[in-house]
């Protein structure tokens, strides 16, 4: 196993000879290169198969020995100061290149016909395969140099790529505001690392933990403290600027202006895990540091609320999903900051692909819409337009809901394992922290319903049932939606099965010498600071007993959008008793007024944006202009 070990180096640059390529091919024999374009697609699934069974590869003797690899190449600059570069083979490792591998290549193959009518096809694919090249760089990345370069690649990317339809005024908006966010986050990250360079003389992973664990259990100076705590916030920042998390988020619903399969990999599955995966590579930084791990669990709760919140009210399929994944990344920060690093990884994981799922679903669903209004975002993404999806579209409605039902929190699909597991942590660590975390639960199973039953219940909402759309030589007219190409089914039939399966590596009981849990294998020795014996898993009555209640929330959620967005429920409100039976119902201006409130409130994207744009945006150019009068 050593000597594969010695060719994992090759990860990250599996899948660059694409971007390189055609970039020189539309230089230098620019129509031979575009009338070869669907080569070029094969060839980025092709490379992304090979880094992901050696991947697979790499994970098997992990899981048995938990093993670690490190290899380093030492660049001496003088005497007192040299670089290192190498690579790092982990568990954390494994697990984030198996995730990156898996989820991309679905959405190469759905991209292929995705994106085939797009002048920009070559373009996508080159930035695509980019983006998953210096993904892999990050996640194997040996040191904090390293790690803030590719950080800095996979940045670009997210902007090539949220922009992409460029000349759309919209979309070019959309990726200068992540553009400009994420380098709010960024120049925090850099200044953590130059702080923490300069306290310890090391970028190295494992000299960095062990010169600051000796710092904080060793020196009293309270000088010293403030400073390693204020650089280690300064790493925080970064993650919560590319997970978007609180009050860094705002990004990410803009975000969605790009291509549908960019929302399922970079800004669902992948790009925005990666401040995640920050946070559990330097964990050993922060767990020394109590006040710090308090705030990440702050930033995760408040997260997770407002995320749901935001996602109650809106119109946009790809937004909602949108706060939806900055709802449930909340719920991987609060529980790396109560210490529960198994159960943010699970988490991590589940809701990767079910998000993958739900974002490729949607993407089908407009596929579908764009044969009636054409392409036109503002209708074609519009819940409200859509209803009675269910008869033209099936097998997309049965691995949306599907992936609905996982992110619910519904047994014994993926995310009910996982967040299961975080919300009994959270009882553990503070009573409102969960008492906030399970009411969120509730409202996940509401508004993941609501998209569900606005787009598939129902009837079509649309009122201009016929358009004519002219694809190459052939004109067709559709009459109704129409069911997504194989080559775009095939990627939700496969995310499908990761949904229904992939919770099994974390099931969290051991009976009868039967040990489940393969997830604590591969991750062992893992911090767990709210359960000091972690091998000894919990019974099959705890279990149970824990689960009835986040599933009762979950189902309630569920009853709620089904009582009110239910098209049964719909039509009898036209009847004359029910109407006359609201109108004796005392107080009911009252509720009507909060519930309008509650809708404005997510409507408007909590106002943040807004409060943003009046006092950062303009106020930073009355600046520029008062400074520019003298």
């Not at 694409?18 to 091919?25: D, S």
């Not at 089914?489 to 009868?512: D, K, R, W, Y």
């Not at 039509?571 to 404005?600: E, G, H, M, Q």
């Amino acid at each position: 196993m050593e000597h594969t070990y010695q060719y994992a180096w090759i990860i990250p640059f599996l899948p660059l000879p694409i971007p390189m390529l055609l970039g020189v091919g539309l230089l230098l024999f620019p129509t031979a290169t575009k009338n070869l374009r669907r080569m070029w697609s094969f060839t980025s699934v092709l490379l992304l198969s090979i880094v992901m069974t050696f991947s697979v590869n790499l994970s098997i003797p992990q899981i048995n020995s938990s093993s670690i690899y490190q290899y380093v190449w030492s660049w001496t600059i003088n005497n007192d100061f040299s670089l290192e570069f190498g690579y790092l083979i982990d568990p954390l490792t494994s697990i984030m290149s198996i995730l990156i591998t898996t989820v991309g290549i679905m959405v190469l193959i759905y991209s292929d016909n995705y994106m085939s009518h797009d002048q920009g096809y070559l373009r996508f694919f080159a930035y695509m395969s980019f983006f998953n090249a210096s993904m892999l760089g990050l996640v194997t990345s040996s040191n904090l140099i390293q790690i803030y370069i590719f950080w800095e690649l996979v940045g670009m990317c997210s902007y090539l790529l949220i922009g992409f339809w460029f000349t759309r005024p919209i979309a070019a908006n959309a990726c200068q505001k992540a553009f400009v966010t994420n380098r709010v986050g960024d120049f925090g990250l850099l200044l953590g690392i130059l702080g923490l360079y300069w306290i310890t003389g090391s970028f190295e992973f494992r000299d960095l933990f062990e010169i600051f664990n000796n710092l904080i259990y060793n020196n009293n100076n309270g000088t010293n403290f403030l400073f390693v705590s204020l650089c280690v916030l300064f790493l925080f920042v970064g993650a919560v600027a590319k997970s978007a998390q609180f009050p860094l988020h705002v990004w990410l619903p803009d975000a969605m202006e790009g291509p549908t399969p960019i929302s399922a990999l970079i800004h669902a599955a992948t790009m925005v895990a990666a401040g995640i995966f920050l946070l559990a590579r330097l964990f050993p930084l922060f767990i020394v540091i109590p006040y710090i791990m308090s705030l990440i669990s702050l930033i995760g709760i408040i997260t997770i609320l407002l995320g749901a919140t935001l996602a109650l009210a809106q119109k946009d399929i790809k937004r909602s999903l949108a706060y939806s994944t900055m709802s449930q990344l909340g719920y991987t920060m609060l529980a790396l900051g109560m210490g529960s690093y198994r159960a943010a990884l699970f988490h991590l994981i589940t809701h990767a692909y079910s998000k993958a799922l739900l974002f490729l679903g949607s993407g089908s669903i407009i596929h579908s819409m764009e044969a009636i209004v054409g392409y036109s975002p503002d209708k074609s993404q519009n819940m409200v337009l859509m209803g009675g999806l269910t008869k033209h579209v099936p097998i997309t409605k049965n691995t949306f809901l599907l992936g609905t039902l996982s992110l619910c929190g519904i047994p014994p699909l993926a995310c009910f394992w996982s967040k299961d597991e975080i919300l009994n942590d959270s009882w553990l660590y503070s009573p409102i922290f969960a008492i906030i975390a399970c009411l969120t639960a509730g409202l996940t199973a509401f508004y993941m319903f609501r998209i569900y039953l606005l787009t598939f219940e129902g009837y079509l909402n649309m009122t201009r049932p016929l358009i004519t759309i002219n694809q190459f030589d052939n004109k067709n007219t559709f009459l109704y939606p129409q069911e997504s190409d194989n080559t775009m089914l095939f990627p939700l039939f496969v995310l499908a099965l990761f949904t229904l399966f992939v919770g099994a590596i974390g099931i969290p009981f051991n009976q009868e010498r039967v040990y489940f849990d393969i997830l604590s294998k591969w991750l062992n020795p893992a911090t767990n600071l709210l359960h000091k014996n972690f091998n000894n898993h919990g019974d099959w009555y705890e279990f149970f007993r824990n689960a009835i209640f986040s599933v009762s929330i979950s189902y309630f959620g569920i009853f709620l959008a089904s009582l009110l967005y239910n098209p049964v429920y719909s039509s009898l409100k036209d009847l004359d008793l029910i109407n006359s039976l609201a109108k004796k119902v005392p107080k009911r201006t009252f509720w009507d007024k909060i519930i309008n409130k509650v809708y404005n409130w997510s409507y408007n994207r909590g106002y943040i944006d807004a409060f943003y744009e009046t006092s950062l945006t303009k106020g930073i150019r009355r600046l520029a202009e008062l400074t520019h009068f003298f």
